[in-house]
């Protein structure tokens, strides 16, 4: 045998550990040894869950705990990293995605039983013959009512495989026996636009309640409806859009900028900077435009509303905006579960982030952040708004600061002078949507031959409804006191009224009813018939008239389930 060829083995078995040795030496110098420590926190985890599994006292399911250690842990980065599981994964971005696939009806739940409080048009429901009113009680043969019934469940069987059946027995007024319908089920449209109108001869509106794919064309096609009606400036109502996708956001400021301004920028440790501008194409380049936040504009509502006025391109009404600069990443697990982490920072054009403070793993202040505002003075008077970040400049040389949201240029506070703790008491105990529901459930047949909020309001005001009201809140143990209601009258009016014409018609309805008498909206107006929807160079400024302004807060909508 060959001398070399003994040694061969030998020699090999050698070149490999002195590769691994070298190896290890230049991933502990350039890495700082990053990988060892990821290694031995993982293996120190499964370790756990080893000694757990093979020597806890009690039985225990492991993938029980993990599931539930994965929140607990991502909760240790930042507020706005999540887990969301293999299940919930499947529906968590409809919203967002435009469309889902179910049968096609809006409910709620009443004593243990489903409600369907609206038919979406042109859905499945509607085509085999549901109807506003209808109670559930069964669902493929299977009684459906009692403590088994609650809106992830029935979320769970009213949803499906699109072409798959579902079927469904009803109880209809009016009808001695129970009624039983066949649905396939179906794609279902999701409309993140609420309502398109004009507020006057001249000002169009256009609320948007997130950004999703579809918002986008939506928007083209309130733009084309305006047209029709020859308007010359708009209100985007962006308060309560809590955000969505960064894209969509783009787009729609891309329509109102000039070619090549910056709308925004991400940046982040492992992300490098990535710049968003406009592409000269949009339509409306040089309409006034005027933008409408609150406490509830976040995320991508915010990145519109920095792009609109770090641009100068028009200006923002209302209240400071959320606060949310930090820009999520989803990654899926082989389970189809999935995580949201932050990958990056989003920035103004200004070059501010409007993230607000947060302390890692400590997220009970942020949670309580709106609350305390609210106590602190905030919504009531613009002196009392806290906001310590650093101070940047507009376009044309405007402040605006960064850390803690987008400040307004025109700020309208919360009105409460109509508030009593009379009314206070009947919101905080839920009877406004309690009876508008039960007063809607009851009179459908009435009301099924009114068109529009005129023939309702004149059929509510027959009807005396806020006597019933009154009358409904006194069963239910809330004494009546005149003084009080009569100091409150126009907000009780303004509550039930509106959520009885929501119930009864659609959102829209409700919007033009109760942005009658919205200060916010009434503050749009004046600014855009005062021609200040053009911001100035601060040393142009004239002495215009900033007083503050006070804003009737929109009743809360109750939310309605849509399967």
């Not at 506003?132 to 769970?156: C, F, M």
């Not at 919007?511 to 009434?522: A, E, G």
């Amino acid at each position: 045998m060959n001398r070399n060829s003994r040694f061969a083995p030998l020699l090999i078995a050698i070149s490999i550990i002195v590769g691994i040795i070298i190896g290890t030496f230049f991933a502990n110098r350039f890495s700082g040894n990053r990988l060892n420590i990821i290694n031995t926190s993982s293996n120190k985890i499964n370790d756990l869950l080893h000694i757990i599994d093979d020597q806890y006292v009690d039985t225990v399911n492991i993938a029980d705990i993990v599931e539930q250690a994965m929140p607990r842990i991502l909760a240790e980065l930042d507020p706005h990293c999540s887990y969301i599981s293999a299940e919930a994964a499947k529906t968590a971005n409809d919203d967002l995605d435009g469309s889902f696939c179910g049968v096609g009806v809006q409910f709620t739940i009443k004593r243990d039983t489903v409600f369907i409080t609206n038919i979406i048009s042109g859905g499945p429901a509607e085509r085999v013959g549901l109807m506003a009113g209808d109670r559930i009680v069964s669902v493929d043969d299977e009684p459906y009512v009692g403590k088994v019934v609650t809106n992830e469940e029935t979320l769970h069987r009213l949803k499906g495989e699109r072409n798959s059946k579902v079927k469904v027995g009803i109880v209809r007024r009016g009808e001695k026996e129970p009624l039983s319908f066949t649905i396939t089920r179906g794609d279902i449209p999701i409309k993140s636009i609420d309502a398109t109108y004009m507020l006057t001869d001249k000002l169009g509106y256009v609320r948007i309640n997130k950004f999703g794919k579809t918002t986008y064309p939506e928007l083209l096609i309130s733009l084309a409806e305006l047209e029709q009606e020859n308007f010359k400036g708009l209100v985007i109502d962006l308060r309560g859009n809590t955000g969505g996708y960064l894209d969509c956001a783009i787009q729609l400021v891309n329509e109102f900028l000039p070619a090549d301004k910056l709308i925004v920028y991400t940046e982040g440790r492992k992300a490098k900077r990535e710049n968003y501008k406009s592409n000269g194409q949009g339509s409306y380049q040089k309409l006034p435009l005027i933008v409408l936040t609150d406490e509830g504009t976040a995320s991508a509502a915010e990145i519109f509303s920095g792009a609109i006025q770090d641009n100068d391109r028009g200006i923002i009404v209302g209240r400071r905006s959320f606060g949310k600069g930090l820009v999520q990443k989803p990654m899926q697990f082989s389970d189809g579960s999935l995580i949201h982490l932050t990958v990056s920072r989003y920035y103004t054009p200004s070059g501010r982030c409007i993230q607000k403070p947060y302390v890692n793993g400590e997220d009970k202040e942020y949670e309580y952040d709106i609350a305390n505002r609210y106590l602190h003075g905030e919504f009531f008077n613009e002196d009392s708004i806290r906001q310590t970040g650093d101070v940047y400049t507009t376009s044309i040389g405007r402040k605006v600061y960064g850390g803690g949201g987008i400040m307004p240029d025109y700020f309208v506070a919360e009105d409460t002078t109509l508030f009593t703790s009379y009314y206070q008491e009947v919101v905080q105990k839920g009877l406004v949507s309690q009876f508008c529901f039960e007063y809607t459930d009851n009179n459908r047949a009435k009301y099924a031959n009114c068109t529009n909020a005129d023939e309702v309001l004149k059929q509510l005001k027959r009807d005396h409804v806020i006597q019933q009201f009154i009358n409904y809140c006194d069963t239910k143990g809330v004494k009546r006191r005149n003084n009080m209601i009569l100091h409150s009258q126009q907000l009780i009016e303004n509550v039930v009224h509106g959520l009885i014409l929501y119930n009864l018609l659609d959102i829209t309805e409700y919007l033009k009813f109760i942005n009658k008498d919205d200060v916010t909206i009434q503050k749009a107006i004046q600014l855009f018939n005062d021609n200040l929807t053009t911001p100035t160079k601060p040393e142009d400024e004239q002495a215009t008239d900033k007083k503050t302004a006070y804003a009737t807060p929109h009743p809360a909508l109750r939310v309605w389930l849509s399967a």
